[in-house]
Structure formats: structure tokens, C-alpha cells
């Protein structure tokens, strides 16, 4: 009986067999992860241009700030100057229907103040012209009753009977107004300039003469 020994493949040779076949392998894995790379590369957003386009057309669209845009302090709204109250007008008082009254705020435009009494028959008979003139001058000059002389019922009465209610009649009853402009009799008038002068003018006028006074006041 005889034994066959297996000739051993000497170490050297299997080596050097195997040793081409890893080198090959590790050359193509090589070659594949730089043809990866490469297309990663290719694939792969310009970030850096990106944002460098975004800040152009950021650039690009944003307006110039003209000198028309900003806000010009000299021609903003402001505060129109304070309108100094004349002496004439330095007045307070109570209307015949209860309402409060400040003459001031009247300043700065021509005023006629009729001065009249609820009993007197001339200042009566004045009423309807004075209406009439009130109301077509209305906006350019403002008139104001002043009674005196009586109780405030009476006064409500002649405002009411004569149709004078178009405007303002300040109750007088201790003659404090009165006495502050000179009158002394009625029917009286005072023409306020819008300058704050004024002139007294005692007696009826009639429709005619009180309406170019009247009128006067608006030309200056």
C-alpha cells in the first residue's frame, strides 16, 4: 500500500499569483470612486453662486432712495400759528337756547354783534333784515345777537317771533357787555374787523345799509 503525499504549492508561488488580482481590484475601486466623485461634483448646486446672483438681483431690483421719497421736514403738516384773540372778542357767555359761548372762537374773521333788547319795537322791525343779511354772508362774516334789558324767556320769544335763530344771541342780562363796547341805547351794532378793530354804529340800518357794512368787513 502505498501513500501519495500531496506535493505542498510553495508559499512564494501563491503569493505571487494572487497579489496582480488585489492590485487590479483596488486600481478599478479607485477609478470608480473618482468617477463618482467627479459626477457628485458636477451634480452638486454652485452655492456660492447662487448666493452671489441673489445679492445681484437683490441689488438690481432695489429702488434708489430719491430726495422726492424722503420727507421734507420744511413742507411736513405742521401747526398753523395760534390766531391771537382781539379784545373785542375776549368774551364768554351763555346763548338764549342754554348753549355755552366763547367769542374767541370766532377770532381771526369779521363779526357784527346786534345789540338789542326783547321789548324794543325799532329793533323788532330791524329783525328781519338782520336775518336776511346773516344768512347771505354766512361763512364770510358771522353775526351775533347781544340782548339785554330783560329775562331770557322774552328773549327766547323774540328770537322765535322774528325768526332771527339763524345765529347765535348771547344773553346780557347784567349789561356787562354792553357797557364793555359803549352802548347805551338799541338797536346797536359793533363791526369786528378780522383784524380785531371795530367801530359802533347806533340805530337801525335798515337791509340796504347794513349789508354794505356788513360786506365792508370782507374786503378788509
Known amino acids: 500500500m502505498s ?4 506535493r505542498p504549492t510553495p508559499t512564494g508561488t501563491t503569493a505571487a499569483r494572487t497579489t496582480p488580482a488585489r492590485t487590479t481590484l483596488t486600481a478599478a475601486g479607485v477609478v ?9 461634483a458636477q451634480d452638486a448646486p454652485d ?37 391771537v384773540v382781539p379784545a373785542a372778542l ?3 357767555g351763555t346763548t338764549v337756547a342754554g348753549d355755552a359761548f366763547d367769542a374767541a ?13 326783547p321789548w324794543c319795537t325799532i329793533c323788532r322791525g330791524e329783525a328781519p333784515a338782520v336775518s336776511d343779511v346773516a344768512a347771505d354772508l354766512a361763512g364770510d362774516v358771522t353775526f351775533v345777537g347781544v340782548p339785554g334789558l330783560g329775562q331770557v324767556d322774552a328773549m327766547q320769544g323774540f328770537v322765535d317771533d ?11 342780562d ?8 359803549g352802548v347805551v341805547s338799541q338797536p346797536s351794532y359793533v363791526l369786528v374787523g378780522a383784524d380785531g378793530s371795530t367801530e359802533l354804529v347806533v340805530g337801525a340800518l335798515g337791509h340796504d345799509a347794513l349789508a354794505t ?3 365792508d368787513l370782507v374786503d378788509g
Open 3 to 6: 501513500t501519495h503525499r500531496a
Open 32 to 40: 470608480a470612486l473618482l468617477a463618482l466623485a467627479g459626477c457628485a
Open 47 to 83: 452655492t456660492a453662486g447662487t448666493a452671489a446672483s441673489a445679492d445681484q438681483a437683490s441689488t438690481a431690483t432695489s429702488a434708489p432712495t430719491t430726495p422726492e421719497d424722503q420727507a421734507d421736514p420744511a413742507t411736513s403738516d405742521s401747526p398753523e400759528p395760534d390766531v
Open 90 to 92: 375776549d368774551f364768554t
Open 105 to 117: 372762537e370766532l377770532a381771526g374773521g369779521p363779526v357784527v354783534l346786534w345789540f338789542w333788547a
Open 162 to 172: 322774528t325768526g332771527v335763530d339763524g345765529f347765535a344771541h348771547v344773553v346780557d
Open 174 to 181: 347784567d349789561g356787562a357787555l354792553w357797557q364793555k363796547f
Open 213 to 215: 357794512r356788513a360786506a
